[in-house]
């Protein structure tokens, strides 16, 4: 999806550009005089990008582009291979197959068939939907990686129910169903970690930072249960907040409309098109729950699938396919990978987490710790529009100063997660709540209330799950 964003004007960009200036002269004498000279280029390179990658100036593609260069013109990197390490990285190729793969469940009718069991519950009323459409969106990750993906699917049925009860366009109903497929959509994906971009890198860094090498199922067991405490206690609240902030709607029984089930197979080549994929998607997320990482990579399934389905007798992918992938995206990503493993390597996240501690009083305790971490991370993310960019470039932060203060890693490392994915204050924060809040039906008063309220319970759940919950994990 492509965010129309409001651009800044050419005044507010240049005086970026002076500040970012003068900060080249004074900063290595006073702020950064702990940092070597390398550490100040790094940290320079990194308020560059927090400038690309939120006011947007250029083209995301061209301020990747623009980053890797920089690496190299700053004497960061050695060499053109060494600059773009973020290739190397296998996260980047999961979220490519996974993308492509999900095209063949629309072309095969797959999530329409889906989207289609929420029209049954039609004739037991409002609330009954009410209750189906959160338990479907917070299991539906599973099978679809894609959160626009959803919306895109469930959005249609929600205009078909909600004209079905007699309702208005701005009913309370439709209000409730538009936050479950904007902001809970975007929240639930973390359940696995093949579950959309974001958790599939969040996965790959913990890897890569060596501090956990889950699988499937794992990562599960550890998010699952305060992922869905915090979506609970969310919901319960949105529902709440659109009954008594609103009049609603009671549907006429003589009004209300029962929807007649479409036939979505033709023929019974389509019918066996669909079937083959439902089997083949299970298999491939049953080989990720049941297999070691180390001996079946998760890269592994999707790769074998998405040769199966180009074969010329089955024809559900092509290079037509592949040609749709989001490239500007996959740069983007890229140039974070690198950034972050440039933190990394050349001791920049580690000094940076050094002076983290000097806002630690002495011998506090580990709940103190915890919380400060957590109120940091959301500074952090309130910086990045993107979640993905956010993670990266934060996450080597916390892992030094998990090393530095003792914290378990695993802990502090799905705090970050946990905050980082439930954190949709702006609508731009995810392009889901994004495009429910420019249908018009939420308010900018509806959004932003449930949407701190929302991000105040998931820091709260991170704090409680990270002291207690994640540590029995280690």
Do not use: C
Request: proline share 5%; no cysteine.
């Amino acid at each position: 999806m492509r965010l129309n964003r409001k651009r800044f004007t050419i005044l507010f960009n240049i005086s970026i550009i002076i500040v970012f200036i003068l900060l080249i002269f004074f900063a290595p004498s006073t702020f950064l005089q702990d940092f070597t000279s390398e550490q100040q280029r790094t940290v320079g390179l990194l308020v560059l990008a927090i400038y690309l990658w939120t006011i947007y100036p250029l083209p995301s593609g061209a301020s990747s582009i623009l980053l890797l260069a920089m690496m190299m013109i700053l004497g960061l990197a050695n060499s053109v291979e060494e600059a773009m390490s973020g290739f190397l990285s296998s996260a980047l190729y999961f979220i490519l197959f996974l993308t492509i793969l999900s095209r063949v469940l629309v072309k095969t009718g797959v999530d329409k068939v889906v989207a289609s069991q929420l029209l049954r519950l039609n004739k037991k009323g409002p609330k009954t939907v009410a209750v189906a459409l959160p338990v479907l969106i917070a299991i539906l990750p599973v099978l679809m990686p894609s959160a626009f993906a959803r919306l895109k699917m469930l959005l249609p049925f929600v205009d078909r129910l909600n004209d079905s009860f007699g309702f208005s366009n701005h009913s309370v109903f439709k209000k409730y169903a538009l936050y479950v497929v904007g902001l809970m959509n975007q929240n639930g994906t973390m359940i696995v970690y093949t579950g959309g971009g974001f958790p599939v890198l969040a996965a790959q860094l913990l890897n890569d930072y060596g501090v956990a090498n889950l699988n499937w199922l794992e990562w599960f067991l550890i998010i699952a249960p305060p992922l869905w405490l915090a979506l609970l206690i969310v919901n319960i609240f949105a529902w709440n907040y659109f009954k008594y902030s609103y009049l609603s709607e009671i549907p006429n029984g003589h009004i209300q409309k029962r929807i007649q089930s479409k036939k979505y197979f033709e023929t019974s080549r389509e019918r066996r098109r669909f079937w083959f994929v439902i089997m083949t998607f299970f298999i491939m997320i049953i080989v990720w729950a049941l297999t070691d990482n180390n001996v079946v990579p998760t890269l592994l399934p999707p790769m074998v699938l998405l040769v199966i389905y180009s074969i010329p007798k089955i024809g559900l992918l092509n290079n037509t396919d592949i040609r749709a992938f989001d490239w500007e995206n996959f740069l983007l990503l890229v140039a974070s990978f690198s950034i972050g493993i440039l933190l990394d390597q050349n001791g920049t996240a580690v000094i940076i987490a050094e002076h983290m501690m000097q806002f630690i009083p002495e011998n506090s305790g580990l709940i103190f710790k915890t919380v400060l971490i957590a109120l940091i991370t959301f500074v952090f993310r309130m910086i990045f529009i993107v979640p993905s960019s956010a993670i990266i470039v934060i996450f080597p932060i916390v892992v030094s100063y998990a090393d530095i203060t003792n914290i378990p890693a695993l802990s502090l490392a799905f705090l970050v997660i946990l905050i980082v994915g439930g954190t949709n204050i702006l609508p731009i924060h995810s392009p889901t709540s994004y495009f429910a809040f420019q249908s018009g039906v939420l308010s900018k008063k509806d959004h932003y209330i449930i949407a701190v309220f929302s991000t105040g319970i998931f820091i709260i759940t991170a704090i409680i799950a990270a002291s207690t919950y994640w540590i029995l994990w280690l």
